[in-house]
């Protein structure tokens, strides 16, 4: 395979890569290695993602979320700098009762960064389209909970695509109008990075994992040289690039799922001891301004 085709096909368990996206492509180097100089940039923008921490599951598969959250939430206080945000991509909680959501939001008070921020995952909105998500973490969102904002140059989009479920997440029109209202007088040349819990490309449908309406969405940013969507859901590393536009998909603070149609459905999958930790983790994002790439790397609990 060439390098093209290797990052856009594979997934990584527990694989602490570091990406760089540039020009529509990525470019991946071994962690370990001299990373990218933006990364040593104190000035560039630097935020953190962690994504499904399911707190209240319990299952063999993990017996300990809190404790592998409070682990994730350790590493990132322990980076070499303050991160100007920490961004949680959903699934918050296992049962989106009110006492999961405020144990979260406890323990995201512990995190050495600027501000927290989320977006909401399928986990949170079990019972009630998400009022209870809203009123922990709805602050200063609109609509059901979606919101945009710059830092550093980078412009960003926090986007909700969970509470209108059939088999694949869901936008909505409305959303939809935000997303066109809130780009329209941005300039091309303009990052744009998306948050979203269920992924805005097709990763495997058959699951799930796509956005039913995502075309849409993509459309409005079609014009911008430089995309990057971040998503959680699927509990795996995943990268695929289409044009402008490069899709991350995270790990997970809780347990691992499948790769793609290896297993009849995506169920949380018990990997033999000693071995979780290394398919958790959380992601690292550098971007300095003027440059047109934003570094990305993923490592490991473990």
């Known amino acids: 395979m060439t390098r093209r085709q290797l990052m856009r096909h594979s997934a990584w368990f527990g694989s602490a890569v ?13 962690a370990g290695q001299p990373a990218p100089p933006i990364v040593d940039d104190p000035h560039a923008l630097k935020f953190v993602q962690i994504s499904d921490s399911h707190l209240g599951f319990t299952g063999p598969a993990n017996l300990a979320v809190t404790e592998t959250f409070s682990a994730a939430i350790q590493q990132i206080n322990a980076l070499p700098y303050r991160p100007d945000f920490v961004m949680h991509t959903g699934d918050l909680t296992h049962l989106a009762t009110a006492a999961q959501f405020d144990q979260v939001a406890q323990m995201m008070k512990g995190l050495h960064t600027g501000k927290t921020l989320t977006v909401p995952g399928e986990h949170d909105s079990i019972d009630d389209h998400g009022q209870k998500y809203r009123q922990f973490f709805g602050a200063g969102t609109v609509g059901d909970g979606w919101y945009s904002f710059d830092m550093k140059g980078v412009h960003f989009l926090s986007l909700v ?10 936008l909505g029109t ?16 303009t990052p744009i990075v998306v948050f979203s819990h ?22 409005y940013l079609r014009r911008f040289s430089s995309v990057t969507c971040l998503n959680g859901h699927v509990h795996q590393l995943f990268t695929k690039t289409e044009g402008n536009v490069t899709f991350h998909s995270a790990t997970t603070t809780a347990y691992p799922l499948p790769a793609p149609g290896k297993a009849p459905a995506p169920t949380p999958m018990v990997l033999p001891a000693g071995k979780l930790k290394q398919a958790l983790g959380i992601r690292e994002v550098t971007y300095r301004k003027g440059d047109s790439p934003l570094a990305v790397k993923d490592v490991v609990l473990g």
Not at 18 to 30: P, T
């Open 174 to 189: 409305a959303q939809l109008e935000f997303i066109r209202r809130d780009v329209a007088g941005l300039s091309s040349d």
């Open 18 to 30: 570091v990406l760089v996206v540039a020009g529509g492509e990525v470019i991946s180097h071994v």
């Open 198 to 219: 269920i992924p805005l490309f097709a990763m495997f449908p058959g699951w799930g994992w796509a956005t039913d309406d995502a075309t849409q969405a993509l459309s």
């Open 161 to 170: 695509n969970t509470l209108s479920l059939e088999k694949l997440g869901h």
